[in-house]
Nanobody
Framework: QVQLAESGGGLVQPGESLRLSCAASGSIFSIGAMAWYRQAPGKQRELVALITPRGLTNYADSVKGRFTISRDNAKRTVALQMNSLKPDDTAVYYC?????????WGQGTQVTVSS
């Protein structure tokens, strides 16, 4: 069984920064892509950023230039540095990884951007 533990969410003002972290534990043979998704109230869950095992990244257009995803393969962690946050970034953020063709999800962490 694989568990994902997220941390780092909170309430910030527009223009401020937050860093989300996610650590994987349990029986993991290998980890493929790691990603962050988010879901705002009344909206579908959407991909925010993805990183492959070799470090290739992909971002949603809405966060390009503001968010940076990174991973530490040895520690089995993935992080999301979020800068210049906007009210539209308010959502529950979910960590995701693929292992053996199976997707795993964290429990989600709330990010609220409000003045």
């Amino acid at each position: 069984q694989v568990q994902l533990a997220e941390s780092g969410g909170g309430l910030v003002q527009p223009g401020e920064s937050l860093r989300l972290s996610c650590a994987a534990s349990g029986s993991i043979f290998s980890i493929g892509a790691m990603a962050w998704y988010r879901q705002a109230p009344g909206k579908q869950r959407e991909l925010v950023a993805l990183i492959t095992p070799r470090g290739l990244t992909n971002y949603a257009d809405s966060v390009k230039g503001r968010f940076t995803i990174s991973r530490d393969n040895a520690k089995r962690t993935v992080a999301l540095q979020m800068n210049s946050l906007k009210p539209d970034d308010t959502a529950v953020y979910y960590c995701n990884l693929e292992s053996g063709g199976i997707p795993y999800w964290g429990q989600g962490t709330q990010v609220t951007v409000s003045s």
